[in-house]
């Protein structure tokens, strides 16, 4: 079965600062890895969407990387803003199903 | 493209009844998933749809628990005879006929069972 663990839980970064927030989950045999992110009360946002054959991807002041043999991914948020205060949560697709399996998610809060 | 819609957006209930969400995926996407969201805790998977055909339904869909998608367009999640534990957000998503793609999820539906 799969696990996904995201750490840290929370974080709080004075704003303008670069972060890393990691993900690592159990069943190396992924389709996709998706990283989202979550206001207070509301839906989930797909923020970047690696397929199992690339390493990463960018948009912007975001980069998520993908190392499959080693069950890990991060995002990099750069030169962080109040705006990005929100949860971010990554989530696995198993080459088996169409499930998402998601981690419990990391809180962020960016301090002006 | 309007994103995918879900209804009520709140909803209080006795313990007891019955309540029926509903979510209308982006239109022309194929694929439809409900997902159960409690506070502080990612999202857990409760069941998928390709078209009218409901093809995976996860062990935490009890028995209480009914979806459907009668004609592959607009969803329904009915949960019968609520208890205190169903309360919690309840996700609708949508993703396009092509497999791996991005999922878009909706602004969800709250419950709070009383």
């Known amino acids: 079965k799969q696990e996904v663990t995201q750490i840290p839980a929370a974080l709080s970064v004075p704003e303008g600062e670069n972060l890393v927030l990691n993900c690592s989950f159990t069943?190396?045999?992924?389709?996709?890895l998706q990283w989202f992110r979550q206001d207070p009360g509301k839906g989930l946002t797909s923020l970047l969407l690696i397929q199992s054959s690339q390493r990463e991807q960018t948009s912007g002041r975001l980069n998520a990387s993908l190392d499959k043999s080693s069950g890990r991914s991060t995002l990099y948020i750069a030169a962080s803003q109040p705006g990005d205060s929100a949860t971010y949560l990554c989530a696995v697709k198993s080459n088996a199903g169409n499930m998402l399996t998601f981690g419990g998610g990391t809180r962020l809060m960016v301090k002006p | 493209d309007t994103g995918v819609s879900q209804d009520p957006r709140h909803k209080i209930t006795k313990r007891g009844q019955n309540v029926t969400f509903r979510c209308d995926p982006i239109?022309?996407?194929?694929?439809l998933y409900w997902y159960r969201q409690t506070l502080g805790q990612g999202p857990e998977f409760l069941t998928y749809?390709?078209?009218?055909?409901?093809?995976?339904k996860s062990r935490l869909l009890s028995d209480r628990f009914s979806a459907e998608r009668p004609k592959g367009s607009f969803s329904t999640l009915e949960i019968q005879r609520t208890e205190q534990g169903d309360s919690a957000m309840y996700l609708c998503?949508?993703?396009?006929?092509?497999?791996?793609?991005?999922?878009?999820f909706g602004e969800g539906s709250w419950l709070t069972v009383v």
């Open positions: 239109s022309e996407h194929n694929r």
């Open positions: 749809f390709q078209n009218e055909a409901q093809l995976e």
């Open positions: 998503a949508s993703s396009p006929r092509v497999a791996g793609n991005t999922i878009y």
């Open positions: 069943d190396s045999a992924i389709y996709n």
